[in-house]
């Protein structure tokens, strides 16, 4: 299979059901917190994708030659499609509903990278190519946890991240961004929202811009 072979159309229309069960499985998956309302993991995954379609299409400077690089055979911007078609893949098996309505999937990113792995065989890339999915599958939850407003040790545990996993941590924050653009977070905590969206788009400047120059010299 080839990541041209998946579109946001196709994957709406259910054209992907025979190649991609396991997306289709996340329409009867339904959250309830802060982040979606009452919405199902596969409309979540959709509108994500849309938000990284819409941002690409107004991507420029160092961020598209960031996107535009090959790993292999691939462009980046192709492998964090798959991630985020990925991302949430474990829900499914571990969406926890409370007494209050409210609704959560502890530790889903660790079984959506073993499912993503396993999705990822039918798919006609390398292995450098399926760590780099996987590993934005994997620390996109890990990535949301620490940023946020009062966490006071932000800086030091992103630098930590960025220095262990600079070789795929501009692609995690480009998906965190779409993540958080594709849930309710703007509506339920604006604020909230307006700080990691910030402190997102100012790293992902930083990192594009440094990576740019570097290949420049």
Known sequence: MEINDISIKKL?????????????????????????NHESV??????????YETYLAKAKGP?????????????IKDLIFLAILFHDLGKKETLTNYDDGSSLCPLHEKLSVVKAKKILARFNLGLTERRYILNIVKYHSYLHSIV??????????????????????????????????????????????????????????????????????
Not at 12 to 36: A, F, Q, R
Not at 42 to 51: A, C, E, K, P
Not at 63 to 75: A, P, S
Not at 175 to 198: H, V
């Open 63 to 75: 961020v598209t030659f960031y996107l535009d690089q090959k790993i292999d055979n691939h462009q």
């Open 42 to 51: 596969l409309d979540h995954t959709l509108r994500v994708l849309q938000n």
């Open 148 to 217: 946020v407003r009062n966490n006071y040790n932000l800086e030091k545990q992103f630098n930590e991240l960025a220095s262990q996993k600079s070789d795929f941590i501009i692609g995690l924050v480009i998906m965190a961004m779409m993540d958080i653009q594709g849930g309710y977070f703007q509506e339920t905590k604006p604020e909230e929202y307006q700080f990691e969206m910030n402190f997102y788009r100012q790293q992902l400047k930083l990192k594009t811009n440094f990576l740019m120059v570097k290949n420049q010299k």
């Open 12 to 36: 709406k229309t259910g054209d992907l059901k025979e190649e991609l069960p396991e997306i289709y499985e996340l329409s009867k998956v339904i959250e309830n917190n802060y982040w979606h």
